[in-house]
């Protein structure tokens, strides 16, 4: 009996996907739920599983194909596969333990494609990912490092896509095309720019009594919930409770309406090989420290697996962006359009403060408030910054709510 493999069902935001790289070949054998291609999309990167085992007959979209949903991609017959009287005299173990070795081990689907394409051995790459994966960025530096020698002129040729090299007065250059969610990620940020008055908004926070609470209670606290206390759990908590006074900060314009979100669905932007992505604490407001921790924990796993769904990145009413893990100071964020405004978290630094007419070091951060304009008024912006500073500065305000 033969089942065709099908684009499976996407959200309404997403029209299409790219096909990135098929994982078998036709007369393959593939089990159940094992996952035979992977399809990019311009927010994640979709697996597509075997619906039953069996014997992988025909594809019939190649790599490189935009598809569709419902779109027919392959033909699998179902049943065990019947190996012929060529392979049957080489033992299964000797043959899979070849296959296994010949294949690059912990690829991403962006950094597999280009490794098959230009024929590049996955070996020879150091992975800069999450238990050694190997990133399409680690694969851009390797082929960057390569030398590159000047080819003769009658056999010259273009590298393969997609990837083009061009060497122009004995200096190398490499065209790469954009991913789709790096081509999705420009887009927004150039329609956020067109489609909203963004102004930014700064302060600065002493953050010694949220030191002081890690420092002191780090330890018990991994030990209880079997995850570590950082400071996004205090930032979530204290905008969520700066949310709840300024409510127009939470709330998004449509057409001519302004919808006030009596709900708290917060982003936490996660950086990627692919680029920047955010997904979304839902209902925010309703989750202890612990419970914040582990979601982000769990988050960043699986952006950075390639493993994260569309529906958990889709939506939010206020993004929060931590900068300051890169080591910037200051910078001015851009909104996560529809929303209206997005909280920027930088590097924490000691720096000479008065306290009590004294001068100490303190461990301050600066804060920088996106917001439209349109919306929220200046005054409403600086408050909301006020009232996050005063809550991490006095952080039982958070169990206290005021």
């Not at 900060?249 to 669905?265: L, P």
């Amino acid at each position: 009996m033969t089942i065709e493999v099908r684009v499976p069902q996407l959200p309404e935001s997403v029209s299409d996907a790219t096909l990135v790289n098929w994982h078998k070949r036709p007369g393959d054998a593939v089990k159940r739920d094992e996952n035979l291609v992977d399809l990019e999309t311009d927010k994640v990167v979709l697996e597509v599983p075997a619906p039953t085992a069996g014997v992988l007959r025909e594809i019939r979209v190649d790599n490189g194909t935009t598809v569709t949903s419902g779109q027919v991609l392959a033909i699998l017959e179902e049943g065990a596969a019947q190996p012929s009287a060529a392979t049957s005299a080489k033992p299964e173990p000797v043959a899979r333990k070849e296959r296994e070795e010949a294949a690059p081990a912990k690829l991403a689907p962006a950094a597999r494609r280009i490794v098959e394409e230009q024929k590049i051995d996955a070996a020879a790459i150091s992975g800069s990912g999450r238990d050694g994966r190997i990133t399409k960025t680690d694969v851009v530096n390797h082929l960057a490092a390569r030398p590159v020698a000047t080819p003769e002129p009658k056999k010259a040729a273009p590298a393969a896509h997609p990837l083009k090299a061009a060497v122009r007065g004995g200096r190398a250059e490499q065209r790469v095309p954009m991913t789709r969610l790096r081509a999705r990620i420009a887009e927004r940020m150039v329609q956020a720019q067109a489609t909203q008055a963004m102004l930014t908004s700064f302060n600065e926070v002493d953050l010694k009594a949220v030191v002081d609470l890690r420092t002191r209670y780090k330890d018990k606290f991994e030990k209880e919930h079997g995850v570590k206390l950082g400071f996004m759990s205090f930032f979530v908590k204290a905008s969520i409770e700066a949310l709840r006074r300024f409510p127009t900060v939470n709330a998004s314009i449509e057409a001519t309406d302004i919808v006030y979100h009596e709900y708290y669905d917060i982003g936490v932007a996660v950086s990627t090989d692919r680029g920047l992505i955010v997904p979304v604490l839902r209902d925010a407001d309703a989750l202890g420290f612990a419970d914040i921790e582990k979601s982000i924990a769990s988050f960043a796993a699986k952006a950075r697996d390639g493993s994260i769904t569309i529906e958990e990145i889709t939506g939010g009413t206020f993004t929060i962006t931590n900068g300051g893990v890169f080591g910037s100071l200051m910078s001015t964020p851009i909104i996560n359009t529809p929303q209206s405004a997005i909280l920027g978290m930088h590097k924490i630094q000691e720096r000479p403060v008065v306290v009590d007419g004294a001068v100490v070091a303190r461990p301050m951060m600066y804060l920088a408030l996106t917001y439209d304009h349109r919306i929220i008024d200046g005054r409403e912006a600086v408050l909301f910054l006020v009232a996050v500073k005063e809550a991490l500065e006095d952080p039982a305000r958070l169990l206290l709510q005021l």
